[in-house]
């Protein structure tokens, strides 16, 4: 199994009842084809880059997903059909990447600091 990201756009005219079913959906797709969902996380109503189908705005969600590659078809195949999922995007991650956050702390720490003679030869 293979870790994914999926980041799909919901209908902003879809209520939070409708919202949480949609998210339910997406989840037991994944927990069919032999997945499990390891976040998610709900970013609320956000203005969109550029109009989706006459839409301004959406309801964006944020999944981290674990599912084989194959499982990856059928997923995007049923989000396209989904009437309230206006726009879908699933990026593999890389299994060994480390955070974002994490990533200029660590090359900050392998640097040396300039010595004082460095400091005066500069100026």
């Given at each position: ?68 590659t ?48 460095q ?5």
């Amino acid at each position: 199994m293979r870790n994914y990201e999926l980041v799909f756009i919901v209908h902003p005219e879809v209520d939070d009842e409708g919202l949480a079913a949609v998210v339910e959906t997406v989840k037991d797709l994944v927990k069919r084809d032999g997945g499990r969902v390891a976040k998610v996380d709900l970013w609320g109503l956000r203005r969109l880059a550029y109009p989706i189908q006459n839409l301004g705005e959406g309801q964006y969600v944020l999944m981290h997903l674990h599912l084989a590659t194959e499982g990856i078809a059928e997923l995007e195949r049923s989000l396209r059909l989904s009437e309230q999922v206006i726009r879908h995007l699933i990026v593999r991650l890389e299994d060994d990447a480390l955070p974002e956050a994490e990533e200029p702390q660590a090359k900050a720490a392998e640097l040396p600091e300039p010595s004082a003679e460095q400091v005066d030869s500069e100026s």
